[in-house]
T-cell receptor
Framework: AQKVTQAQTEISVVEKEDVTLDCVYE???????LFWYKQPPSGELVFLIR??????QNEISGRYSWNFQKSTSSFNFTITASQVVDSAVYFC???????????FGQGTRLTINP | EPEVTQTPSHQVTQMGQEVILRCVPI?????FYWYRQILGQKVEFLVS????????KSEIFDDQFSVERPDGSNFTLKIRSTKLEDSAMYFC????????????FGSGTRLTVV
């Protein structure tokens, strides 16, 4: 069975600080996909990134970066120079190849204070 | 950019009533999903649908739930006799084919059972 753990339930930082959201996953499959979604207060799920298990290159998109480490089964997400608009719940998710469903973590509620 | 459209955005219903949540997936997508998120909790898989039949369902998806693709565009989730614990955000999602793991989520329907 697959499992995603986001141990940080809530994080609160002051604007402009860097913040890292942790994600640890469990699967016995060798081919899988990892995702991050943002859920702002309005409730929708906003896709941020998808990464397959064969691509361990870190990725940077503006202030966002992702660190994928298969050795520790982690796919962490860093926001650099955080802004108030980054306040949201962030979900990490896993899907194994050939499967239908996404398995989500519990989410991390991030609050950026001005 | 193509979107998954869900209606209504918010529905209030009395316990015991039937409710139908509607979704219009992206037109060239072949796989359709419903997910549920109880307030403050993680997003959970309910059911996947392909080629006009359910391909996978979770334990949550009991006999009270059904899905249907009544025409070429709509994808519906019906709850026959709603309970208080059915109150949640329901997300519809679609993806293009079995080799494409680009899930597109709708903005959700918030169901409140009173």
């Amino acid at each position: 069975a697959q499992k995603v753990t986001q141990a940080q339930t809530e994080i609160s930082v002051v604007e402009k600080e860097d913040v890292t959201l942790d994600c640890v996953y469990e699967t016995r499959d060798t081919t899988y996909y990892l995702f991050w979604y943002k859920q702002p207060p309005s409730g929708e799920l906003v896709f941020l990134i998808r990464r397959n298990s064969f691509d361990e290159q870190n990725e940077i998109s503006g202030r966002y970066s992702w660190n994928f480490q298969k050795s520790t089964s982690s796919f962490n997400f860093t926001i650099t120079a955080s802004q108030v608009v980054d306040s949201a719940v962030y979900f990490c998710a896993l899907c194994i190849q050939g499967a239908q469903k996404l398995v989500f973590g519990q989410g991390t509620r991030l609050t950026i204070n001005p | 950019e193509p979107e998954v459209t869900q209606t209504p955005s918010h529905q209030v219903t009395q316990m015991g009533q039937e409710v139908i949540l509607r979704c219009v997936p992206i037109s060239n997508h072949l796989y359709f999903y419903w997910y549920r998120q109880i307030l403050g909790q993680k997003v959970e898989f309910l059911v996947s649908f392909y080629n006009n039949e359910i391909s996978e369902k979770s334990e949550i998806f009991d006999d009270q739930f059904s899905v249907e693709r009544p025409d070429g565009s709509n994808f519906t989730l019906k709850i026959r006799s709603t309970k208080l614990e059915d109150s949640a955000m329901y997300f519809c999602a679609s993806r293009k084919d079995r080799n494409n793991y680009g899930y597109t989520f709708g903005s959700g329907t918030r169901l409140t059972v009173v």
